[in-house]
T-cell receptor, first 109, second 115 residues
């Protein structure tokens, strides 16, 4: 499968803790993107990391990319209850977008 | 202003019926997509259009027919609906075509329930 495999499938943490989710893939990519989906809503783009980049930051988000291991991680620091959502990685192969299986994050107030 | 809009938000229908879902984007994007998200939240691309031309057509039953009257609209018509068609359908758009670093903007989704 060319889609991303995300790990863990579900994650439950206390408010203020950090949340880390991982995405592994098998194909070559131009870039990798992370999206967020609140319950009953469409996906919202969070951050994009190009294949020649190793790390990127945006506010409380930190994304890493290891193309040799074909994996990426999304770290959300100092989590808030409002971060509760599903998070998806998306692989841009140059020909296609493939979405990962998603990680369901619950932040307990 | 809504960037990517879909109608209807909910659609409940009987097996065998024909239905359409409409999508419009006001972002000036050249590319639009249809995705299907199943009950396990697996998101799979169905179609992609660039400037009214079909560029991606995944393995989707030919009961599904996309139509793009202009680059701001991409509608999805489904014939002879089956139980397995029940899912949430998302429309999305992006500035460029595949290969770019563009991000996708998603609509709110249409929850289709086939009884």
């Amino acid at each position: 499968s060319q889609q991303g495999e995300e790990d863990p499938q579900a994650l439950s943490i206390q408010e203020g803790e950090n949340a880390t989710m991982n995405c592994s893939y098998k194909t070559s990519i131009n870039n990798l993107q992370w999206y967020r989906q609140n319950s009953g809503r469409g996906l919202v783009h969070l951050i994009l990391i190009r294949s020649n980049e190793r790390e990127k930051h945006s506010g409380r988000l930190r994304v890493t990319l290891d193309t040799s291991k074909k994996s990426s991680s999304l770290l959300i620091t100092a989590s808030r209850a409002a971060d509760t959502a599903s998070y998806f990685c998306a692989l841009n192969t140059g020909n296609q977008f493939y979405f990962g299986t998603g990680t369901s994050l619950t932040v307990i107030p | 202003d809504t960037a990517v809009s879909q109608t209807p938000k909910y659609l409940v229908t009987q097996m065998g019926n024909d239905k359409s879902i409409k999508c419009e984007q006001n972002l000036g994007h050249d590319t639009m997509y249809w995705y299907k998200q199943d009950s396990k939240k697996f998101l799979k691309i169905m179609f992609s259009y660039n400037n009214k031309e079909l560029i991606i057509n995944e393995t989707v039953p030919n009961r599904f027919s996309p139509k793009s009257p202009d680059k701001a609209h991409l509608n999805l018509h489904i014939n002879s609906l089956e139980l397995g068609d029940s899912a949430v359908y998302f429309c999305a758009s992006s500035h460029g075509i595949r290969g770019s670093t563009d991000t996708q903007y998603f609509g709110p989704g249409t929850r289709l329930t086939v009884l």
